[in-house]
């Protein structure tokens, strides 16, 4: 495609169900990034991905979040016994080449709202 | 940790004006800078990457300049329009992830 896709954009759970949120890459783009954007602030980071090597899991807040990316282009963030303070817009993003090289395109993201 | 500053925070001007948008960095050892632009209820667009070896980049009316030793960039507007309307948020890459600040609202007034 064109750009990055999320799917689905909008998620609503209820407290305790697990989510998948799933992120289509430019294809090619070597790198993916998943971030956490919550109400009135700034995108958080939560992991990074090279090719099929999560590179940094740090910003990921607790190990309820699992990130995945087996073919190197497709990824998918899980996130098991959702919480309410899960509630934001997570966002993909991707590059051609490694991180610190390149400028990042991003997905439109998925909302997601915990009850 | 890196902190990244934006200030101010929301910005309104009357069409045409030339604006200009500020970026603060606590920890200067960085890779590069970005800055985006967000519409409601979209992702982020890429508008200006400044690699940590660059002082600005141009693009049409945009004119990002970097000083990474004071730890702080600029994003300069000319001739604001209405579809600039948006927030704009810079990020700094500090080798293992990125850090974003938490953006300037702008409005640009018919």
């Known amino acids: 495609g064109a750009g990055v896709s999320q799917s689905p954009r909008y998620k609503v759970a209820k407290r305790g169900q697990d989510v998948a949120l799933r992120c289509d890459p430019i294809s090619g783009h070597v790198s993916l990034f998943w971030y956490q954007q919550a109400l009135g602030q700034g995108p958080e980071f939560l992991t990074y991905?090279?090719?099929?090597?999560?590179?940094?899991k740090s910003g990921l807040p607790s190990d309820r979040f699992f990130a995945e990316r087996p073919e190197g282009s497709v990824s998918t963030l899980k996130i098991q016994r959702t919480q309410q303070e899960d509630s934001a817009v997570y966002l993909c993003?991707?590059?051609?080449?490694?991180?610190?090289?390149?400028?990042?395109?991003f997905g439109p993201g998925t909302r997601l709202t915990v009850l | 940790k890196q902190e990244v500053t934006q200030i101010p925070a929301a910005l309104s001007v009357p069409e045409g004006e030339n604006l200009v948008l500020n970026c603060s960095f606590t920890?200067?050892?960085?890779?590069?800078l970005q800055w985006f632009r967000q519409d409601p209820g979209k992702g982020l667009t890429s508008l200006l990457l400044?690699?940590?070896?660059?002082r600005e980049q141009t693009s049409g009316r945009l004119n990002a300049s970097l000083d990474k030793s004071s730890g702080r960039s600029t994003l300069y507007i000319a001739a604001s329009q209405p579809g600039d309307s948006a927030t704009y948020l810079c990020a700094v890459y500090t080798g293992n992830q990125f850090y974003f600040g938490t953006g300037t609202s702008l409005t640009v007034i018919p």
């Open positions: 920890d200067s050892a960085i890779y590069n």
């Open positions: 991905f090279q090719n099929e090597a999560q590179l940094d």
């Open positions: 993003a991707s590059s051609l080449r490694p991180a610190w090289t390149d400028e990042q395109f």
């Open positions: 400044i690699q940590s070896s660059q």
